[in-house]
């Protein structure tokens, strides 16, 4: 299989990131996750899997994970679901079907495009207003200077009154 899946660094906030163990069968789930909606075949039937989605069984992806039973496996995904992460389900032929929720959040190019073109515009932005701000500071200064220099010795109109 060939493409990338976009990881961000928010999930080292997350408490998968403080497993290893969890982290890596994380990563492999959005791995086997079909990046676009398509038909597989699993066991003795054709199932629609659409995007984010993907079918297993317990069995076989505790298997396929590194260091993992089908009871931590198990574990591992109702921690997932009660965290609104995944929602698992069960197809006619009692497969597992696993779909990551807010998928699209994270592996769409066009999110991630918006974000990074927002981040640049932001830093973009920043360095103007700075710019335009002490350019505008320097031009205060040297009013005020010329101002100052060019009244020197000048006796305002007024001074007889005081």
């Known amino acids: 299989m060939e493409g990338y899946i976009y990881l961000y660094r928010k999930i080292q906030d997350s408490w998968i990131w403080s497993r290893p163990?969890?982290?890596q069968w994380f990563t492999a789930m959005i791995f086997k996750a079909n990046y676009k909606a398509k038909k597989v075949w699993f066991g003795?039937?054709?199932e629609d899997v659409n995007r984010g989605s993907f079918i297993t069984s317990i069995r076989k992806f505790s298997a396929e994970l590194p260091q993992c039973s089908e009871q931590?496996?198990?574990?591992?995904l109702?921690?997932?679901e009660q965290d609104n992460i995944i929602k698992i389900s069960v197809t006619k032929k009692k497969a597992t079907r696993i779909t990551i929720l807010n998928y699209g959040v994270y592996q769409d190019?066009?999110?991630s495009f918006n974000t990074e073109l927002t981040q640049t515009q932001h830093s973009s932005?920043?360095?103007s207003t700075q710019t335009n701000l002490k350019n505008?500071?320097?031009d205060n200064t040297d009013t005020e200077e010329k101002?100052?220099?060019?009244?020197k010795g000048k006796r305002h109109k007024y001074s007889r009154l005081q």
């Open 21 to 23: 163990d969890y982290f």
């Open 44 to 46: 003795n039937r054709i």
């Open 72 to 76: 931590k496996l198990r574990t591992f």
């Open 78 to 80: 109702q921690l997932l």
């Open 109 to 111: 190019r066009q999110h």
């Open 125 to 127: 932005n920043t360095e």
């Open 136 to 138: 505008q500071h320097k």
């Open 147 to 151: 101002s100052t220099q060019k009244n």
